[in-house]
């Protein structure tokens, strides 16, 4: 069964340095998301990504963020320079251009910042 | 705007209890009406979903139906196991353009022996 996958599955960093995750969407979808969850808290979205460009995104979304497909398969979501409450689980999903809108999770990278 | 409302936790059961979460939403929309179960150090997997008003959505025992009436999309199960100890997130994606999915706060169930 296709599957979102993410990498790494954790990654421990300090402060202030540069960190990409990475996630490789279901192969025949066309909209792809960032969202994250701070431990306990709730999912929040970060950014959807449409037709090579940025759809939406929501006010976490800040100048430190960038998203990319470099090419056919991969999405990335890159932070800049880390700051301590970057530190969460962040979820890459994807989706079809169905009506029903469901979409599908990878498992999730956990980012820890020191 | 767009949000979910949900019924706040933890929930704590004895396994054969009956569950109810209750979910209620707002949407400029029409939204796809969905419940999320995150089980311990898992990622977000879908549990049920509904389309349309008075569908529903049905698996593993769970059940919800989308009442537009009441705008609202409770989840029930009639005899909960310890297996269904997770968080569950009621959520909506309206049903045009890339929108984005809105999440409730999610509601802790853990089932006990």
């Known amino acids: 069964e296709p599957e979102v996958t993410q990498t790494p599955s954790h990654q421990v960093t300090q402060m202030g340095q540069e960190v990409i995750l990475r996630c490789v969407p279901i192969?025949?979808?066309?909209?792809f998301y960032w969202y994250r969850q701070i431990l306990g808290q709730k999912v929040e979205f970060l950014v959807s990504?449409?037709?090579?460009?940025?759809?939406?995104k929501s006010e976490i979304f800040d100048d430190q963020f960038s998203v990319e497909r470099p090419d056919g398969s991969n999405f990335t979501l890159k932070i800049r320079s880390t700051k301590l409450e970057d530190s969460a689980m962040y979820f890459c999903?994807?989706?079809?251009?169905?009506?029903?809108?469901?979409?599908?999770f990878g498992e999730g990278s956990r980012l820890t910042v020191l | 705007g767009n949000s979910v409302t949900q019924m706040e936790g933890p929930v704590t059961l004895s396994e054969e209890a009956f569950l109810t979460i209750n979910c209620t939403y707002t949407a400029t929309g029409y939204p796809s009406l969905f419940w999320y179960v995150q089980y311990p150090g898992e990622g977000l997997q879908l549990l049920l979903k509904a389309t349309k008003a008075d569908d529903k959505g049905s698996n593993k025992g769970f059940e919800a139906t989308y009442r537009k009436e009441t705008t609202s999309f409770h989840l029930e199960k009639g005899s909960v196991q310890v297996s269904d100890s997770a968080v569950y997130f009621c959520a909506l994606i309206l049903q045009t353009g890339a929108n984005n999915l809105f999440f409730g706060t999610g509601t802790r169930l853990t089932v006990i022996p």
């Open positions: 999903a994807s989706r079809t251009t169905s009506d029903t809108g469901e979409l599908f």
């Open positions: 192969s025949n979808h066309l909209y």
């Open positions: 990504f449409y037709n090579n460009e940025i759809s939406e």
